[in-house]
């Protein structure tokens, strides 16, 4: 067996299991995960298909008993009968067309109340009481007449509700609709009522495994339940406070929110249909949501999925996917051993040969295909091999002479690109501020400008005016080395333009101009694609010197107060000439006054982004400050090797990350 297993067949073979198992657990995962989605999605459909049914039949049972109701309470005649009652001829004639009325309701039964006497009439679908449908006197201090009294307080048009009428003896989904005269005062209530058990049976009532129908009001009282008992409770309870509330069966507490909130938007009339996931008795139901206006009710129909629709059904494509995905197995199996396996077989006991010193032999090339490559490959090996082991000591010289020479070239190559950019360093330089300028008009400043290659992408300049004024700029260009060294001597002629254009005094506005021409340049034909331009700080002192005004393009100025504190005065938070900013761009400007014994301080990113200590965190700004402050009371053209020491030190074994330029001075 381990023998087999050594062997490339066997460990094919054991691959092919494994795989076999690995693909086809993860696929009957993947294809219950899918399965049990779609089940969800289904059961999201059955259930608002369900719940639409269920809100049609309704309506189509209640709207018209409804209808009939309010026609039969808005009847002129029934209208004067009640104002006066005991006209023994409007009473004939009232209770005459109340009869009609009876033979129209699906429930064949009445009931009417007259307001101002409290006399009770009916008559149901078996004609009990023709003849004879006065009643009985509805009384305040009676319990079971409480139900006429609420009604005609609170219902302003009509009202739907479950109720057990002890006087009858019946319980009914009755429609109580109130009557009005002329003046819109309340004269009587009537209406209709359909028996509740018929109604339980033939709307709320379902056969359907995993399917549970309610009926629920505005206020989320349980009107009809498919339980007959939860129906009998809620007929016999006619107290608001303990009757059963739909929140009630629900789990979940932001599961009851998420309900109040639901019937509140279909209440307000912001939608007729939702569907949300419900916890009831333990169990995750999608619950559908139908509303109903003019009832004021909602059908909600809560559906297990796992009930409703089995998973059990998707079984056959399972047993499908399984005997095709063997199938595939066994005849890659079969193909593989045939194109591969047995050709690579040969190859094996060719080489066994060769590292025996066989050099003469060969195998025929029978197939035009990778193996057949690899076999003429092989055939041109063994020959070269045997053509080396007799002229080794040859070749072996000859490719160390061409190396040799190889080395040479590539040290002259060196050498040349080196000098190159030696050469472009003094070409930088050039357009840098020149020291007896900045020490003429800045006796006491610091300048710190480190390269991270011997050319890089910062640069300082100066710019005076013959009135003694000056302009400041430290620029961070995209890039280091010679690409970078590139931009800036771009930025710097596109600078000198700027200033030129818009003079000193108005550094807010040299940015903008710079702007501009940064990207009118890079947006040429030969460079569309890249994405380059520069953070810039500038910075005008008047020939006074009584303040300075500044603009910055991500680039900050710091001033160190006389007293210790450091202010920081960010740059905008937009950079200069990239493509993703807009044309044009609008700069901030800020004027500060000069203080005695300040100390500003200009810099790029590049001290502050150096990673090194013990951690190898980056510099930061706490660090910088500290510097700044330690040596505040110390000349400034001392802090330029201060500060390189202390880069020194806290790299220590890193490299320098990025191009480094910072310049302090004084105006005092």
């Known amino acids: 067996m381990r023998e087999i297993l050594r062997g490339l067949r066997g460990r094919f073979l054991l691959l092919v299991v494994a795989i076999y198992v690995l693909v086809g657990a993860g696929s009957l995962y993947g294809f219950y995960r899918v399965a049990d989605g779609i089940i969800q999605r289904l059961g999201v459909g059955y259930a608002t298909q369900y719940a639409n049914q269920q809100r049609s039949r309704i309506l189509a049972k209640v709207d018209r008993e409804l209808v009939l109701s309010q026609k039969l309470m808005t009847s002129p005649l029934l209208q004067r009968w009640t104002a006066d009652e005991n006209n023994p001829q409007l009473k004939a004639q009232a209770l005459a067309e109340l009869e009609n009325y009876r033979k129209l309701f699906a429930d064949h039964s009445w009931f009417y109340v007259v307001a101002s006497s409290g006399d009770y009439y009916t008559n149901n679908a078996r004609n009990e009481y023709g003849g004879h449908e006065f009643r009985f006197v509805e009384k305040p201090d009676d319990p079971t007449m409480r139900w006429y009294f609420e009604t005609l307080k609170h219902v302003d048009d009509f009202e739907l509700h479950v109720d057990y009428d002890a006087q009858l003896d019946v319980t009914k989904l ?101 569907q949300i996931t419900l916890s009831v008795d333990g169990k995750k139901r999608i619950a559908a949501i139908s ?18 629709i089995r998973l059990e059904m998707f079984r056959p494509v399972v047993y499908l996917l399984g005997a095709a995905l063997l199938l595939t197995v066994l005849m890659v199996s079969w193909l ?101 300028d900045l020490d003429a008009l800045l006796p006491d400043h610091a300048l ?57 005094a108005q550094p807010a506005a040299v940015m903008g101009e710079l702007h501009r021409g940064l990207r009118a340049l890079l947006q040429t034909r030969h460079v569309s694609d890249t994405e380059s331009g520069l953070d810039l700080a500038l910075v005008h002192v008047p020939a006074d010197r009584s303040k300075l005004v500044f603009a910055g393009a991500k680039l900050p100025l710091w001033v160190v107060a006389a007293d210790g504190r450091i202010e920081v005065h960010k740059g905008d938070r937009q950079s200069i000439g990239y493509r993703r900013h807009a044309d044009t761009l609008v700069f901030t400007q800020h004027e500060l006054a000069a203080a005695p014994g300040q100390r500003y301080v200009l810099f790029t990113d590049g001290i502050l982004d150096q990673h090194g200590g013990e951690q190898g965190f980056a510099l930061g700004q706490a660090r910088l400050k500290a510097a700044l402050l330690e040596r505040r009371n110390r000349p400034l053209s001392t802090l330029a090797d201060a500060l390189d020491e202390l880069l020194r030190r806290w790299r220590g074994e890193l490299p320098q990350r990025d191009d480094i330029t910072l310049l302090a001075f004084r105006l005092d």
Not at 495 to 500: C, E, G, K, N, S
């Open 291 to 308: 509303y109903m206006p003019t009832l004021h009710w909602a059908a909600i129909v809560l559906v297990d999925p796992a009930q409703a």
């Open 336 to 436: 593989l051993e045939r194109l591969v396996l047995r050709r690579l077989a040969r190859l094996t006991r060719l080489t066994h040969d060769i590292a025996a010193g066989q050099y003469d032999r060969t195998l025929a090339v029978d197939r035009d295909d990778e193996i057949g490559q690899l076999t003429h490959s092989f055939n041109a090996m063994t020959r070269t091999v045997g053509d080396y082991m007799q002229n080794l000591e040859q070749k072996v010289a000859d490719r160390t002479e061409a190396l040799r020479q190889a080395n040479d070239r590539l040290e002259e190559s060196n050498r040349k690109v080196m000098d190159s950019i030696r050469y472009a360093r003094l070409i930088q330089a050039s357009i840098l501020a020149k020291p007896a």
């Open 448 to 504: 710190l400008w480190l390269p991270r290659d011997i050319v890089g992408g910062d640069f300082h300049c100066l710019y005076r005016a013959d009135d003694g004024s000056f302009l400041l700029a430290v620029a961070d260009c995209t890039g280091h080395g010679v690409p970078g060294a590139f931009m800036t001597m771009a930025s710097k002629a596109l600078l000198d333009h700027a200033v030129a254009l818009h003079g000193m």
């Open 174 to 274: 009755f429609i109580n609709v109130i009557g009005k005269d002329a003046s819109g005062r309340k004269i009587a209530v009537g209406g209709t009522g359909l028996d509740l058990s018929e109604f339980i049976h033939s709307i709320v009532r379902t056969g359907d495994a995993g399917v549970e129908n309610l009926l629920v009001d505005d206020a989320g009282y349980v009107q009809g339940h498919s339980s007959n008992a939860v129906m009998q409770s809620i007929a016999h309870n006619l107290n608001d406070k303990s009757r059963l509330q739909v929140f009630g069966l629900i789990d979940d507490a932001a599961q009851k929110q998420t309900l109040r909130e639901v019937l509140a938007a279909m209440k307000a009339g912001n939608t007729d249909q939702a």
